[in-house]
């Protein structure tokens, strides 16, 4: 089973392809994807990464969350459902 994390206080320049080499350390990503405004196109300085394993995840989370990444502190925890 699949677990979505939500990655928060990223720079401006972070793609999804850096989020995606950034969590492939602790493990197989099915999706990394950070978030754009969808009027500028600009991101919004989050996103989400999709991980195959809970456990991967779960490492994953506990090394990254507080970690700096291109002088900003990351915010990494288990993503909430969205509601509709």
Request: charged share 25%; proline share 0%; glycine share 8%.
């Amino acid at each position: 089973m699949s677990t979505n994390i939500y990655v928060g206080n990223l720079t401006f320049a972070t793609s999804s392809s850096d989020l995606q080499a950034l969590f492939e350390e602790y493990g197989e990503v099915v999706k990394a994807q950070v978030i754009s405004d969808r009027d500028t196109g600009r991101s919004r300085g989050f996103g989400f990464v999709e991980m195959a394993s809970a456990d991967a995840a779960a490492t994953a989370m506990e090394e990254l969350n507080g970690k700096n990444i291109d002088g900003r502190d990351l915010t990494v925890n288990q993503a909430k459902e969205r509601s509709r």
